[in-house]
């Protein structure tokens, strides 16, 4: 029977409460009222034991994806959902280490160019074909062919030139480039492998239910309402987390509930076991009944604010100082994020072991700000409160998209404008939908924007800070949104691709990251928000690449 | 029945075809300006690229996008791209859309059983309630029925006002979170999950049907037809149904081809806080993405259906309001054309 709600502590006082409802209803409803009163409730979760079996029902605030499979495109809600279904040639420990998944060895050549992997020869895909070398190089095809309209799985195997298939259980990729980040790049859910013979049925097919090795199959999609995933009883626990055997629940519904308050009040009700994307205000209120919060920060980069250095007024130097040194954002985190959000002071996640925090460049000192605008010549001749110069207003366009930036971070944003502002800023927030804020961000129309970014590793420096990413790409999107340009910058982020050399590696992301601090394009925030709320089940877990939750571990509380 | 004759000069037939005419040519029309309208909008504010490409902000590299630009016919010019989009949709083959590679007739005919059940359920729960405040304002009589009638009108206008993302976030609040009676979301096919939703929509449009309704029952019931039957002998009850509830229905039954359409115009809200799996959160989605075939289409069946909806009010009130088969016919009334909903 469907369980719809959590029943108030007897049976028969719900039953009384819901005659008194009655008359406040209309006739027609009350029939369906009726039906739905037979439905059986299930008990309080906080005393009760770990089951095997039944039915974990999650529910998702992100977008619903249009494939199913991370091929396709490539964003955050398509690894969140085959994080249950599909696997990645390798995983990551918390301290940053590649762990071996379906890949059990992993061998750069000298030169970088060539990697041989050793893979599992235990493993099949829930539709019988085997997991082997050819598996792995369908899959690099797969990537690369135009026609899957990959983007982050694609960037991930761009260098990949060619795929040699030595033998069943060894691999060799040919690279047209060195790159060290290979292997953390391939343990990301967008370079999961899946079953040749599942991708050969052809985009339209694979999309609704791609084959992996996962510990769950896609049974069915039904649009706006839930993916339903049933237990492969199959499963060889290659999870790098733990496991053994199949996974304890029998079949999982995924649903999509775009509303925070709904998906709040669904957890809270019984309806559902996880959630995902809860409001700071929840989360504070579900810790305070001492109930699980999982608080997953995504790795690569954190959540920050990014000047435009290539127009004016950022860029000149002092203009970007003096912004960052009047932005104030503390109060604002503490306030409005209710303590599940921490104030970060690099440019890199928490997560990151190679990250270089300093919280010395982004000391508040609204004095020092004005100094700095007052000797880069902006001042306020006509006593508006906005500093000018050479006819210009000290204006800072800061497009917002309202799709990736949350309630509270959209205030926090205002809280910033106002401290800018009394030093004479004039920040221009602009709110708006996802596709306008890219086509914003395309015309360079910003001085100001937050851009959120996961994937795995600090090469995604490269990625956001490489000058090479201030060119658009042929969608029209580049990741360089500070617009840095620094031959310096370029050569160690590339010798830091080139090298396997970890200690080394390190080193060259801190002078890295040195450089990108001091060059005051970016005030990092708190890490990329990552949280999830459980009720009435136990073994939820985020796996240690992109935070995603993986619930093969995951048992109901009967 | 009235006792005049209709002129003879305009043969019956022919005022129903030229009845039928004007609808038929209202209905293409809005069809034109809706598809022309949301093409332009869309192709303004974004690229439909970022739709095939799996989202804004898409790092496909630069054979994929070639490949997606052949294969969407978005290397042709804008003016060939808008007259073949106008092609499919005059012969209803509204084609694939960007984001979610199935044809669009499909992803409609998919979701539109669920929004229609939805506005169907809240504009019969909003004519119960508009019916029964008015019963119950005529029936309570004397100072007491002042009182009752003064209560009701505050009830009506608050209820009219309601926003509906409000009012539903305090029935989740209430019944779903607080009392565990009802789901908080609307999903699958259990109907208990309707109660919620449909008690959303049918509010506000209840409030603004009961307003309209009450004051020509309380008209009617004080008019000659009705103490003419009273004095033959009529109960109250008899008065009620034979004669002034049917007066009343008339300004709410014009009322109802509006109503339709706000309560489709208000499922997108509806759908989004319920998590209910329908045309209006398919809208939504398919607007943000820019998807154009798919928004060209969901919105071109909810102008068709407004556009149904009309005519078929118009026909209702011919069966319910006689004087309207008289020498006049209906059909020399200002013509309803709606631009979107």
């Known amino acids: ?558 | 029945m009235g006792g005049t004759e209709a002129p003879r000069a305009i043969p019956a037939w022919r005022t129903a075809l030229r009845w039928v005419a004007a609808r038929v040519g209202g209905a293409l029309l809005v069809v034109w300006l809706v598809a022309t309208i949301v093409f332009f909008a869309l192709r303004s504010s974004g690229d439909p690229l970022e739709a095939i490409l799996g989202g804004p902000g898409s790092q496909a590299g630069p054979e994929a996008v070639e490949a997606a630009r052949r294969e969407y016919g978005l290397d042709q010019p804008l003016i060939v791209q808008y007259l073949l989009q106008l092609w499919r949709v005059g012969t209803l083959q509204l084609g694939d859309s960007y984001a979610r590679r199935q044809p669009v007739a499909d992803l409609i005919a998919d979701q539109l059983p669920g929004t229609l059940l939805l506005a169907v359920l809240a504009l019969a729960l909003a004519w119960a309630l508009a019916v029964a405040g008015a019963v119950v304002s005529t029936s309570a009589r004397g100072r007491v029925g002042a009182v009752v009638n003064a209560v009701l009108r505050g009830v009506e206008v608050i209820a009219t006002v309601m926003p509906g993302f409000w009012l539903g976030a305090v029935l989740i609040l209430v019944f779903a979170s607080t009392l565990g009676l009802l789901p908080a979301t609307s999903q699958g096919s259990h109907p208990a999950g309707l109660v919620l939703p449909v008690v959303t929509l049918a509010v506000p449009i209840a409030g603004f049907l009961a307003q309209v309704s009450r004051d020509a029952l309380l008209e009617a019931d004080a008019a000659p037809f009705a103490v003419t039957a009273r004095a033959r002998g009529a109960s109250e009850p008899a008065v009620l149904l034979r004669h002034t509830l049917r007066h009343a229905a008339l300004p709410a039954l014009a009322l109802s081809g509006w109503a339709f359409g706000n309560l489709l115009s208000g499922a997108v809200v509806v759908e989004v806080l319920f998590a209910r799996p329908g045309l209006g959160r398919l809208l939504q989605d398919a607007a943000l993405a820019r998807d154009v075939p798919l928004v060209i289409g969901a919105v071109t069946s909810v102008a068709l259906m407004y556009v149904a909806v009309v005519v078929l009010t118009d026909i209702v009130e011919l069966f319910v309001d006689p004087r309207l088969r008289g020498p006049r016919p209906a059909v020399l009334r200002a013509p309803d054309v709606a631009v979107g909903s």
């Open chain 1, 1 to 558: 029977m469907a369980r719809y709600w959590t029943a108030s502590e007897n049976p028969s006082a719900r039953k009384r409460s819901l005659r008194r409802l009655l008359p406040a209803l209309a006739a027609g409803a009350a029939a369906l009222l009726l039906a739905g009163c037979a439905a059986d409730a299930f008990d309080a979760p906080s005393t009760a034991e770990p089951i095997e079996g039944g039915t974990l029902v999650y529910a998702t605030g992100d977008a619903e994806p249009t494939c199913l499979d991370p091929h396709v495109g490539g964003n955050y809600p398509q690894a969140l959902i085959s994080t249950q279904y599909l696997e990645p040639l390798v995983g990551r420990s918390p301290d940053g280490e590649i762990l071996p998944w379906l890949a059990t060895e992993w061998q750069a050549s000298e030169d970088g160019l060539t990697w041989d992997l050793t893979l599992r020869d235990d493993v099949t895909f829930t539709d019988g074909t085997p997991f082997d070398a050819e598996a792995v190089k369908a899959n690099i095809e797969h990537l690369q062919d135009p026609n899957t309209g990959s983007s982050t799985g694609w960037l991930a195997v761009q260098q990949i030139d060619s795929v040699e298939v030595v033998d069943a259980t060894h691999v060799r990729f040919h690279l047209s480039t060195p790159k060290s980040a290979l292997m953390e790049v391939l343990s990301q859910q967008w370079a999961a492998m899946q079953s040749p013979a599942g991708m050969e049925r052809g985009k339209d097919e694979n999309c609704l239910a791609p084959v992996g090795t996962g510990p769950f199959i896609v049974e069915s999609w039904t649009p706006q309402d839930r993916v339903v995933l049933i237990r492969n009883d199959d499963y060889v626990p290659t999870n790098p987390q733990g496991h053994d055997g199949p996974a304890y629940v029998e079949r999982i519904e995924w649903r999509f509930i775009p509303d925070a308050a709904t998906r709040q009040a669904a957890l809270a009700s019984g309806e559902v076991h996880v959630i995902d994307n809860p409001l700071p205000a929840d989360i504070a209120a579900w810790e305070a009944q001492d109930k699980q919060h999982i608080d997953a920060p995504r790795p690569a980069a954190s959540n920050r604010i990014e000047l435009n250095s290539a127009q004016t007024p950022f860029d000149d130097v002092r203009v970007r100082e003096a912004f960052i040194r009047a932005a104030d954002p503390n109060p604002g985190i503490a306030s409005l994020f209710h303590g599940t959000a921490e104030r970060s002071y690099s440019v890199l996640s928490s997560v990151e072991p190679m990250r270089l925090s300093d919280e010395s460049v982004f000391a508040t000192d609204a004095e020092r700000a004005a100094e700095l605008l007052d000797e880069a010549g902006w001042t306020d001749t006509d006593g508006d409160g906005v500093r000018e110069k050479d006819g210009a207003t000290l204006t800072v366009r800061f497009p917002v998209s309202t799709n990736q930036s949350t309630a509270a971070e959209q205030s926090l944003f205002e809280q910033i404008q106002a401290n800018t502002g009394a030093v004479g800023f004039d920040v221009q927030l602009e709110p708006m939908d996802l596709s306008s804020w890219y086509g914003a961000l395309a015309a360079h129309e910003y001085e100001a924007v937050s851009a959120p970014y996961t994937t795995v590793g600090p090469d995604v420096l490269r990625i956001l800070y490489h000058s090479d990413g201030t060119i658009p790409a042929p969608s029209g999107y580049f990741a360089n949104n500070a617009q840095l340009k620094d031959p310096a910058l370029d050569a160690l982020l590339e010798s830091a691709l080139a090298t396997t050399d970890e200690a080394e590696r390190a080193d060259i992301y801190t002078q890295a990251q040195r450089i990108i601090l001091d060059s005051y394009t970016v005030l990092p925030l708190y890490d990329q928000q990552n949280h999830f709320l459980t009720q009435g089940v136990e073994g939820v877990e985020p796996l240690t690449t992109i935070s995603t939750p993986l619930l093969l571990n995951a048992r109901l509380l009967g």
